[in-house]
Structures are given as C-alpha cells and as structure tokens.
C-alpha cells in the first residue's frame, strides 16, 4: 500500500516563481526522499532527509520535514521550464523498500 | 559508472500470451534489484525486491512472477498477460549500504 501521498495532484506556475508540493506519510520512516519523473521516463532521485533532520538543500531545492506532523515539503525555487515534471516522494520504512506517494504534476509556463 | 536497462521500451500483447521483461544493471555488483508498476498518472506500486540471486521477494499477489538467474539481471514474467496488467514497468537497483534507488527507462505494456 501507498504509504506517501503529495499534495496537490497538479501545480501549474509560471517560469521564475517558485513550486511547493507536500507530503503526508502514516508510519514512522527511516528516511524520504524526493524523486522527479519526466513524461514517459524513469524516476530521478532528488534529495534524501533522514528522520534526524528538519531542512535540507540541494541547489534550487529546499526539503523540510517534520516527523511529529508526518508531512514533508519540497520547494523548487526560480523554476524554470525543464523543471515540468512529477514528482514524487518516497519514504524508507525498512532498509531495502520504498514506499511511493501518487505524486504532484508540475508545469511550470514560459 | 552504473547503468540499467530495460526491454523492450514498450510492448502490445494480447491478452493470454506470456510475458518477459529484462533489466540488467552494469558497473556494480550485489545490487538489491526491484520491479515497480505504475498505471497512468498514479505513484509506483512495488511488485517484487530481490537482495541476491535467486532470492525473489513477492510483494502484491498477481499474475506475475520475477527470478534473478544472474547476479544483475531481473526478469519480469508472465504465463498469461491480463487486461489489468496495461501500465508502465520500471525496474530499480540500490547498493546494500544506499537508500537511493536508481531507475531503468521503463517498459510501457499494453494488453489487449
């Protein structure tokens, strides 16, 4: 079962503003992580937070997690059009299994 | 560096042949290998984890069937495609000691 689910289904913004999409998870995680998918592709790991932390940023991407909500958020800042994609989030309960949301599309308008 | 592949990149079958989809990963060894479903514009349902050779982890009850006869390579099978089993396939590998997952490009099966 879906362990993960992203909230909004879609978001669509224009080019320059920023993205934000959040995560909900049910069952305490090891980790989560954030995986982009292009149309008709395989996923593409983003950035990995562990349980033991609170923010994390990988160049445009910030991620935020907060385990006593259970809810995770990913900011994609100044977006630009290759940013258009879904993405997922992904949390680790046991060390060999993941455990994917339904994911959030992004388009992101020239 | 490592790299997975998957085929066919897509595929029509009718309903009631069989099935055999192939990833094979180059560059590492011992990687824990996973099989993925995903219907259109859902997340990712996991069907079947392998952490070694022969040893073959079921997730979902169905009417497929997995086997890792080499150390890299993962088959997805069937002896009798249904309707319900249309969707994108996508094969994954992790080192032991890593959380992140690596994708193939995905085979996309229609049955009909």
């Known amino acids: 079962s879906q362990q993960g689910e992203e909230d909004p289904q879609a978001l669509s913004i224009q080019e320059g503003e920023n993205a934000t999409m959040n995560c909900s998870y049910k069952t305490s995680i090891n980790n989560l992580q954030w995986y982009r998918q292009n149309s008709g592709r395989g996923l593409v790991h983003l950035i990995l937070?562990?349980?033991?932390?609170r923010e994390k940023h990988s160049g445009r991407l910030r991620v935020t997690l907060d385990t006593s909500k259970k809810s995770s958020s990913l900011l994609i800042t100044a977006s630009r059009a290759a940013d258009t994609a879904s993405y997922f989030c992904a949390t680790d309960v046991l060390d060999y299994k993941l455990s994917f949301g339904a994911g959030t599309t992004v388009t992101v308008r020239a | 560096s490592q790299t997975i592949h998957q085929w066919p990149a897509t595929l029509v079958q009718p309903v009631g042949s069989p099935l055999s989809l192939e990833c094979t990963v180059e560059g590492t060894s011992n990687p824990n290998l996973y099989w993925y479903r995903q219907a259109a514009g859902r997340g990712l349902q996991l069907l079947f984890y392998s952490v070694g050779i022969g040893q073959i982890s079921s997730e979902v009850p169905q009417n497929l069937s997995a086997s890792r006869p080499q150390d890299r390579q993962f088959i997805l099978s069937s002896k009798k495609l249904l309707l319900s089993d249309s969707g994108f396939y996508l094969c994954?590998?992790?080192?032991?000691?890593?959380?992140?997952?690596?994708f193939g490009p995905g085979t996309r099966l229609t049955v009909l």
């Open positions: 994954a590998w992790k080192w032991l000691a890593s959380n992140e997952q690596f």
């Open positions: 937070i562990r349980s033991n932390e």
